[in-house]
């Protein structure tokens, strides 16, 4: 006796002789057959369940006319397949790394947002002539082609120096001058 781990794709009886045929999806052993009830109702259950199934047959080979042999696999025993006791049944798939990117009229609309933030957070630093809503259209606008447009660095390419980066005057975190037509933080009614 042999045995073959496989799925059982079909059963069939023929009425007439009362010969069943089981058919699997193995690429040794494509049909099986037998006259007894018995493996053939097991594997017809592990057909319906769509469960592996380890199929113990005997193979029995005829000499055929004109040379060759004639093989046929008689089914002794289906049962369902074991993946070490503890199968519950749940496929665990894992999935690919996500590529999805953002569609680039959502990507512009959430640069823009945030360079309006940008623009408004800028207004107390700003000379009064310069805090009207038109300049502040500008800086947003400016911020958000700035985070649209700027590739991705690599992880070993250095920061990136910009070229209309102004040459002096107060960086990112300096601490602003405040003159005394400015307001001070503890003048602000918030």
Not at 80 to 99: C, H, L, W, Y
Not at 118 to 128: H, I, K
Not at 130 to 154: H, L, M, N
Request: aromatic share 10%.
């Amino acid at each position: 006796m042999a045995t073959v781990e496989a799925h059982i794709t079909r059963v069939q009886k023929d009425e007439a002789t009362g010969w069943y045929s089981i058919e699997t999806d193995s690429a040794e052993v494509k049909k099986l057959t037998t006259q007894k009830d018995e493996p053939a109702k097991a594997a017809a259950a592990l057909r319906r369940d769509g469960a592996l199934a380890v199929i113990t047959y005997t193979l029995r080979e005829k000499p055929r006319e004109g040379g060759g042999t004639f093989k046929n696999y008689y089914i002794d025993k289906a049962v369902a397949a074991q993946n070490g006791g503890s199968d519950d049944g749940i496929e665990t798939v894992r999935s690919a790394p996500q590529t999805r990117t953002t569609d680039p009229k959502d990507a512009w609309r959430m640069c823009l947002n945030k360079g309006g933030e940008l623009a408004v957070s800028t207004m107390p630093l700003m000379d009064v002539n310069e805090r009207d809503f038109d300049t502040q259209k500008r800086i947003a606008f400016a911020w958000a082609r700035f985070f649209f447009f700027t590739p991705v660095p690599s992880a070993d390419q250095p920061a990136p120096a910009f070229a209309d980066q102004p040459a002096g005057g107060p960086g990112a975190y300096d601490e602003p001058e405040w003159g005394p037509s400015q307001q001070q933080d503890d003048d602000i009614p918030f």
